[in-house]
């Protein structure tokens, strides 16, 4: 029997979102694999919490005491359960966290790792990941020689399903190894940037990869204050991922959905799982030094040219026309 462990992330009394989609598509593909679907939690979590997950599909929780929010002490109690048997997969919602416990479970287990996977499907009683390469313009499809596979997905991959029920909560003794406690939270917080409301801006001056460096956000963050008002800061996923912006601040299919009056894409190619969050923006307008960026296809109005000289230049004509 192969049933799927998914890892499931605590913050404030609540369970990351994220993980919750984890558990519903573990719940999904353990139903095609014929097994079950099981969430760990780690730390001090409430009977009434870690039992919520079974409305997402978890048919066990598995709670193992001990410090949460670090990767090493999640590694251990993960194997620990894994050790014990039946298990043939670690699944994990994505995220700095995921990724990191994942691929120290792997290493710890010997086991084969997918990571940055997009879908994950069941075949012959088996699961097969999908991972997209080159930039995203192929799908590779990886499956498992090792006894445990472990998926680690894109972050907001998987979607919650709801439906209903409570799952048995069962305390999980690990012993933890001396090198993994030797770490510990000091303090947790949100992650800079959750606090700028990007849904309700009237105006988003968003930024991409062609800014060039985090520092390229300073041109807009520029231009959005000299607008004011509501106007706001936003980004695509390729600068999330590079670290150059908060993942609070992406727009699209992994990120949010917004519908602002106004949506200036400075550096953006227009990948459409960028389009998806802001195509219904009510006027688009596009900075591309590229004049066959497709962006400039679903854009009312297109800028050729280079962000660095236009961008300064809006922000003083803006002002200018504030001013007067
Ligand atoms: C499952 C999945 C989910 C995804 N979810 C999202 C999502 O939620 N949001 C998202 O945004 N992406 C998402 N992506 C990624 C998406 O496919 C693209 O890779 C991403 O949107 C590209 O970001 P970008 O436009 O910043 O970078 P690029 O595609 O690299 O584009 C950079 C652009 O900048 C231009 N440029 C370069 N220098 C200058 C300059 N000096 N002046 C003017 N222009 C310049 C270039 O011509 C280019 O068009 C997802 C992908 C997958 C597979």
Redesign the pocket.
């Known amino acids: 029997m192969a049933n799927i462990l998914v890892y499931a992330l605590h913050y404030d009394g609540a369970i990351n979102k994220n993980s919750i989609g984890a558990v519903s598509e573990a719940a999904r593909l353990a139903a095609e694999i014929g097994g079950e679907a099981h969430a760990i939690v780690v730390g001090d979590v409430p009977d009434d919490l870690a039992a919520s997950l079974g409305a997402y599909g978890a048919a066990k929780v598995l709670r193992a005491a001990g410090p949460e929010g670090l990767a090493q002490p999640v590694v251990d109690a993960m194997a620990t359960a894994i050790d014990a048997g039946g298990y043939g997969y670690a699944l994990f919602g994505g995220g700095l966290l995921g990724f990191e416990v994942g691929a120290g479970l792997a290493a710890r287990l010997g086991a084969g790792v997918a990571m940055e996977v ?1 879908a994950v499907r069941a075949e012959g009683g088996k699961l097969v990941a999908e991972r ?1 390469i080159l930039g ?1 313009s192929a799908i590779s499809e990886i499956s498992f020689r090792s006894p445990v596979g472990i998926v680690i997905a ?1 972050l907001n ?1 998987f979607e919650i399903k709801e439906t209903g029920g409570s799952a048995p909560v069962e305390d999980l003794v690990v012993q933890y190894s001396d090198f993994s406690t030797k770490a510990s939270m000091v303090q947790r917080g949100e992650q800079r940037g959750a606090d700028v409301d990007i849904e309700g801006a009237d105006i988003l001056v968003a930024g ?3 800014l060039g460096a985090a520092e390229g956000f300073e041109l807009c963050n520029n231009l959005a204050s000299a607008f004011g008002g509501t106007a706001a800061v936003a980004a ?4 999330v991922d590079a670290g150059w912006f908060p993942y609070a601040g ?6 949010k959905t917004v519908a602002p009056k106004l949506y200036l894409a400075a ?3 227009g ?1 459409i ?2 389009k998806v ?1 802001m195509q219904n923006a009510e006027n688009i307008v596009a ?4 004049a066959n ?1 497709p962006i400039f296809e679903f854009s009312d109005l297109g800028i050729v040219g ?3 000289k236009i961008l300064p230049k809006l922000t003083e004509a803006v002002k200018a026309k504030k001013g007067g």
């Open positions: 997009t997209p995203d894109r991959a991409g990869r062609g695509t996923r390729a600068v992406q727009i699209g299919q992994t990120g550096g953006i190619s990948a799982q960028h969050g900075i591309n030094k590229d960026a280079d962000l660095n």
